[in-house]
Structures are given as structure tokens and as C-alpha cells.
């Protein structure tokens, strides 16, 4: 773990733990763990700026900033903004699109855009609050058209450069070696359970990058929460991005439903939410702050900013122990509002141990009545079920036949291949080979004449991350 502490005029840094299981190099201030969705807020600023400079309005359309852009929905095609872009009121359900990109793709940023013009609508635009990732994809491709320069090119000279962000990089594979190594729980039935286990690293590739791709240190962060704490100000008379672009970056622009929270945990639930550019602004017991977490496989973290304090921090953990994650960020969060003490700890693993276990029964419910009918079905030869298969937004899954079984591959997703095993009826379940990706069932409709006529999916995990939209997923035969 790492933590970045800024207050008032003082910064404080430190690392704890090792950078990889079985191998002794610490964590230190200058450790690179990534963040994850924390990169939003990056891309907003990178927005402000042009902004700022009269490159952009936040209100312009984004069909006269990126030619070529569409929705499913021609009145969101037409209509939507830059503020729409990060705010998460497309119309799209929650994650929708995300494994376009989610494992790592073949597929490029503009292939991605191309394809949000397939993805039916989960609700009316601007309607509903619903997170999603492509839509900052999206916003990283309009700093590409307006500024000439890859999204990437731009964080590292017009942030990262003035902000004195030295060790943070836009990819992976542009850390230094002073880096962690991703980590998760992954050997049970559902992600979250059993012993810890590296991950291979690399799941998280460059196509979606403005949504989520950005690896800071401690010592990075802590500048970067202190740009925000100054609205914007750096060193002497230079600014990162305007007093009113900060203003406009901390403004509610969607209102988030509230969910019930466990009970062991039910004391950090707000009573107000929104989203405003790359934060949530909420209200924490009376005080109002600005938050946001991040995830990727095998890396979480999470900051908050606190204005009436003038203070903020970050927290980063190179695992998905997201308990671990929030005890840190919630007993900090305390201190400095003068909050009583809680064992968040204690509250934490309770709360997730009921998770885990409600999530378990369920699926064992589920298995034990899949079993009872395995032996009904399938309805074809193996053989039949084989072919390219085709999805307007993901575009083509292999599924082959051969040594007595049907393996499946996402043609765009490297390493996302394996065996389809027989559940009951038409119905099979992919069993991945990178035991790293959600398993899901995969669901043969047949037309009257005995063909295929359409693929559903469904991820197998109650628990399942969003990100794995399995049910968003449509495939046909390509021959049709």
C-alpha cells in the first residue's frame, strides 16, 4: 500500500508492504501503483485546460469536435456534450461497452468510438445516472482532434511535466522499475475469496486509457491532490488550469441514486451523491467532500478531498482487498474530521465476508439446479454449435470443435480462450484459461428449423465486475 497525505502546506508520503509477493523490494513514496478510474479526473483536467485556452466550451456538441461520432440514439448522437461525456447520463447501463477493452484488445481508441453506435440504450440520455468507461475514451479521442497530440502525449506534457508528476506514466509498460506487481484472490468460485496470487500484469491495455489507464507513485499523487486543494494553482504565478474550471470540475452535474450499504458499514452511506467531471461530491457524516475510487485486476485505490479542511489523500494497494483499501481511507477520513474512531477493519471484513457469502450460496443454489437437468440437452451435435459468431459492438467470438469438446475465443480480446463446458438445455459456460477473466454461461437460441439463431451471455459469478458486460453481448452467426 501507499499513501499520499496532503494538509494545509504539508505533505506526507510513505509505503508499506512489498511490490510483489515472494520477492523483497518495498514499497516506497515513489512505488507506481495504478489507479484506475482515479485517471478520469486527468482527463478532465486535460479538457479544462483546453478549455482555459479557448480550444473548447464545456457545452460544445461532440459531433463538431470529432467527426464521425454516434450513438445508437440519433438525439444522443446529435445532442450530446463534453459535459456529457464525463458525466455518465448517456443512456448506456452501467459498464456497458467495457469489454471492448476489458482484458486488454486488439482493437484501437478510434475502433472503440466507432463502435459506440451499436450499443443499444439502456435508458433514455440524460435520464439516469449509470458509470461507464467509453465515454471517456471518447473524451480522450477529442483531445486527440483538438490539440493534435495523443491523449497520452498530452497528460505527460501539459500535467504530469508542470505538475512534477516524475514518476507516474500513462501505460504499464511506461513504468520504471519502481513499480508493484497486480495481485487478487482468484482460486474460489467467486473473486475475492481464498489465498492471494499475483496476476500476470498487462489486463488493462491502451485503448481505454482515458477512462482508467494512468500508474502514480505516492509522491505523484500528493502533488496532484495538492493542484486540486489550490483550485488549479502551481508554484509562483503559474496555473495547472483556471479558479473556474476547478469550480466547474467540482459542480454536481448527475445525481446518483443511494443504495443501501451493508450494515456493518451503513454509517458511510450518504445522504446526497453526485457526479460532477471525474468525482463524486457527497456528503460524509455532515461534511461534504469530493471522492473517488479506482479499480483495475489486481490494483485498487481511492482519494478524497476535504475543502473545509484543506486537506486530501490518497490511498493505493496493489490487490483487489478492497476491505483494506477502505479501512485505511475511512480511518484517515475520521482523524481529520475529528470523527470518533471506528475498527474499520473489523466493519469491512464484516461486511465483505456476508457478500462473499451470500454470492457463494447463490451460486451453488444455481449449480445444484443446473445439475439437476445437466443431462437434458444439447439439442445439436457439437459440431453444430461451432462457427464465427457476431456482436455489432464487440465484433467476432470463435468457437471451434474438436477432441470431443467446443472451445470459444473473443477474436479481439488476447487470451480470453478456453473450453465450453455443457450445462443443461443449449446453455454452456466458458471456463476461461486465463483463470484472471469472469467466467459466464453462453446460451444457444435455435430458430424453428433447428439453426442457430442467436448467442446470449451471462457472467457465471454473482459478484462479477461490471466491466464484464456479458449481457450487453448479442452475438449471431456471421454467416447471417
Known amino acids: 500500500m501507499a499513501v499520499a497525505i496532503v494538509e494545509g502546506g504539508r505533505t506526507y508520503t510513505r509505503g508499506y508492504g512489498v511490490r510483489k509477493m515472494g520477492d523483497a523490494a518495498e514499497v516506497d513514496e515513489h512505488t507506481t501503483f495504478p489507479i484506475g478510474s482515479n485517471t478520469k479526473a486527468f482527463t478532465s483536467a486535460a479538457l479544462a485546460i483546453l478549455v482555459d485556452r479557448g480550444k473548447l466550451n464545456w457545452k460544445d456538441r461532440v459531433i463538431d469536435r470529432l467527426p464521425g461520432f454516434e450513438m445508437y440514439d440519433a438525439y444522443a448522437s446529435h445532442e450530446m456534450t463534453l459535459l456529457d461525456l464525463l458525466t455518465h447520463r448517456s443512456g448506456l447501463g452501467l459498464g456497458e461497452g467495457d469489454l471492448m477493452f476489458v482484458p486488454a484488445t486488439t482493437r484501437s481508441r478510434a475502433d472503440i468510438v466507432h463502435a459506440l453506435r451499436y450499443l443499444q440504450p439502456a435508458t433514455s440520455f440524460r435520464s439516469v445516472f449509470a458509470y461507464d468507461n467509453v ?283 478456453g473450453p465450453l463446458e455443457h450445462v443443461q438445455y443449449d446453455t454452456f459456460r466458458t471456463h476461461w484459461t486465463d483463470r484472471d477473466i469472469e467466467d459466464a454461461y453462453v446460451s444457444f437460441a435455435l430458430d424453428p428449423g433447428g439453426s442457430i439463431d442467436s448467442v446470449r451471455l451471462r457472467a457465471v459469478s454473482p459478484a462479477a465486475d461490471f466491466s464484464f458486460d456479458y449481457q450487453d453481448l448479442h452475438f449471431i452467426p456471421a454467416t447471417h
Do not use: C
Open 135 to 417: 465515454l471517456y475514451t471518447v473524451a480522450g479521442q477529442v483531445i486527440e482532434a483538438v490539440s493534435g497530440e495523443r491523449w497520452e502525449d498530452f497528460i505527460r506534457k501539459e500535467i504530469f511535466e508542470p505538475v512534477g508528476m516524475r514518476d507516474s506514466a500513462v501505460s504499464y509498460a511506461g513504468q520504471g522499475s519502481d513499480r508493484v506487481e497486480p495481485h487478487a484472490r482468484t482460486s474460489e468460485a467467486i473473486r475475492g475469496m481464498g489465498p492471494q496470487r499475483v496476476l500476470p500484469a498487462g489486463h488493462e491495455g491502451d485503448a481505454a486509457a482515458p477512462a482508467g489507464s494512468i500508474y502514480a507513485s505516492a509522491a505523484d499523487m500528493a502533488r496532484w491532490l495538492r493542484v486540486q486543494l489550490s483550485h488549479g494553482a502551481l508554484e509562483g504565478e503559474k496555473r495547472l488550469f483556471s479558479e473556474e474550471s476547478s469550480k466547474e470540475m467540482w459542480t454536481p452535474q448527475t445525481i446518483v441514486p443511494i443504495r443501501p450499504f451493508p450494515s456493518a458499514v451503513a454509517q458511510i452511506q450518504p445522504n446526497f451523491e453526485d457526479y460532477a467531471l471525474g468525482f463524486f461530491i457527497q456528503d460524509y457524516r455532515g461534511h461534504q467532500i469530493i471522492t473517488h475510487s479506482g479499480a483495475v485486476l489486481g490494483g485498487l485505490s481511492a482519494l478524497v478531498i476535504v475543502p473545509e479542511k484543506n486537506v486530501a489523500f490518497a490511498v493505493m494497494i496493489n490487490s483487489e482487498d478492497s476491505g483494506a483499501r477502505w479501512s485505511v481511507f475511512y480511518h484517515l477520513l475520521d482523524y481529520y474530521l475529528g470523527l470518533p474512531p471506528t475498527d474499520w477493519s473489523a466493519q469491512f471484513k464484516k461486511a465483505l465476508d456476508s457478500l462473499h457469502t451470500t454470492a457463494m450460496n447463490s451460486l451453488r443454489a444455481a449449480q445444484k439446479e443446473q445439475s439437476a437437468r445437466s443431462d437434458r440437452g444439447p439439442s445439436l451435435p457439437l459440431a453444430s454449435y461451432a462457427g464465427v459468431y457476431h456482436d455489432p459492438w464487440y465484433g467476432t467470438a470463435t468457437i471451434s470443435s474438436g477432441d470431443g469438446g467446443l472451445r470459444i475465443r473473443f477474436d479481439a480480446t488476447p487470451g480470453m480462450e
